[in-house]
């Protein structure tokens, strides 16, 4: 007789089955979780890096933007001050130097003589227009005028206009009245330019823009009686701000670039461009372009509807090649109306290298967190992916009747504790298994051994029964 030692073999199942209470639970992220463990992994960490860094870069990227814009909008407004500056600098000039030839000897005694009626000596004459010649001259202005308290122009250092009544906008009258030397910008009509035919930048007579009126700087200075403090007069000076770019160029000079403009204010509503200059990318100012009007004039029509003195509005506006922070400001007129605007550019080329470099700087820095990232993953794929699936495998191997494999224990982690805990689990399967084998080999030899007796005394009694039949 022969033993025969059996042992249960477990047939694995050829798919794997979601239970049925899972089942029925239909969720759009089962895709996820029938991935693999280390994919997961490697998902889960890309993703809620990508999300966080992505997040913290566009904020901080929004912050800067929004800062960066501010502080141009800011700055912006401050060159604009500076543009102001500039262009008031002749006309302080211009009230400075007829208040002192509203004293000067030939001046008082032109006016004092045209108030008691008399007529003026050719040399009185010649010297007063010679005086007002030379502060044309000097201050390279167009107007300079003596004018009774009729408001009828004793001496003018242009064409000869004596004896005609001269009162722009109503200032004399307002200086003959206030007795105070009052400043004020206007707008000159074309037709009161030819009758003084001043001495004009080459050009500008012929430009079709000044045909509908001119952009000037007045300074009335009241002339008075030395003896009694009468007035008995006032200078009139005149400055035409067309064609002349010393106003936007100081200001270009001084903060080296950008666009910077003067506009008239038409009482047509339309804007018409006094004198422009745009640096865009060059160099210097030298190479600076005239004369250059803005693309839009949403920022000019803000400005002239804000209604209130002083106020200053700010834009974007790409001239040229040149993105610009835009900053403008109306001037008004002796009644309060706006008569011109006064416009300054600063170049954003600074803000937008800081910000590519803070860009560049922010994605390497990702770079960097995400290169950390899929090392991470790769380093908990190894750690906590590849144990599950060696055990995994082990596991397989065992079902199918591989009662001599074990899990592998790494680690004392609890994926360590798991692969030992498998491997007890799977000693005593085996131990069970023997023992239950030895049981049936038992049971089987007793069978056998029953039969035996069985058919031995079958036999045997059968001999018995033969021996006595004979």
């Given at each position: 007789m022969t033993g025969i030692q059996l042992r249960p073999v477990i047939k694995p199942t050829t798919t794997l089955k979601i239970s049925s209470s899972q089942q029925s639970k239909k969720s759009h992220l089962q895709w996820f979780y029938n991935l693999p463990v280390k994919t997961k992994q490697i998902v889960g960490l890309f993703s809620s890096e990508v999300i966080s860094v992505a997040a913290l870069m566009g904020v901080g990227a929004l912050l800067i933007i929004i800062g960066g814009r501010a502080q141009l909008r800011g700055q912006a407004q401050s060159e604009l001050a500076v543009t102001e500056i500039n262009y008031n600098i002749k006309i302080n000039q211009m009230g400075f130097g007829f208040r002192g030839q509203s004293e000067n000897t030939a001046i008082l005694e032109a006016a004092l003589a045209h108030s008691r009626n008399q007529l003026l000596s050719k040399s009185l004459e010649g010297q007063v227009k010679q005086i007002l010649q030379n502060e044309v001259k000097a201050r390279q202005i167009e107007y300079a005028t003596l004018v009774d308290k009729d408001l009828r122009i004793i001496v003018n250092a242009n064409a000869d206009r004596k004896g005609e009544t001269f009162n722009p906008n109503n200032l004399v009258s307002q200086v003959l009245k206030q007795s105070e030397q009052i400043t004020a910008n206007q707008i000159v009509s074309w037709q009161e330019l030819r009758k003084e035919s001043p001495p004009l930048p080459e050009g500008l007579m012929k430009q079709d823009a000044l045909k509908q009126g001119a952009l000037i700087r007045y300074t009335v200075t009241p002339v008075k009686d030395p003896k009694t403090d009468d007035v008995i007069g006032a200078l009139v000076s005149g400055d035409i701000v067309n064609g002349k770019e010393p106003i936007v160029k100081e200001t270009l000079k001084t903060f080296n670039g950008g666009y910077s403009a003067v506009y008239l204010h038409q009482p047509s509503g339309e804007f018409t461009l006094v004198t422009a200059l745009d640096q865009g990318k060059a160099a210097n100012w030298e190479q600076a372009q005239s004369d250059i009007p803005l693309p839009n004039p949403s920022l000019l029509e803000k400005v002239v509807n804000v209604g209130k003195v002083d106020e200053l509005v700010t834009d974007r506006q790409k001239v040229g090649n040149q993105t610009y922070t835009m900053a403008a400001k109306a001037l008004m007129d002796s009644q309060g109306e706006p008569v011109a605007v006064l416009v300054r550019g600063t170049s954003e080329s600074d803000l937008n290298a800081f910000l590519t470099g803070s860009l560049l700087l922010q994605g390497s820095v990702v770079f960097l967190a995400l290169a950390t990232d899929v090392f991470l993953a790769i380093l908990l794929g190894r750690s906590i992916a590849e144990p599950i699936k060696m055990l995994q495998q082990t596991t397989h191997k065992f079902a199918a009747g591989d009662r001599e494999t074990r899990a592998e224990v790494i680690a004392t982690d609890e994926l360590g504790q798991l692969a030992d805990t498998f491997n007890k689990l799977a000693d005593n399967i085996?131990?069970?298994?023997?023992?239950?084998?030895?049981?049936?080999?038992?049971?089987?030899?007793?069978?056998?051994?029953?039969?035996?007796?069985?058919?031995?005394?079958s036999l045997l009694y059968k001999s018995v029964t033969s021996e006595n039949i004979l």
């Open positions: 085996v131990s069970k298994e023997e023992a239950l084998a030895q049981q049936a080999f038992l049971q089987q030899a007793i069978a056998e051994r029953s039969q035996l007796l069985a058919e031995f005394t």
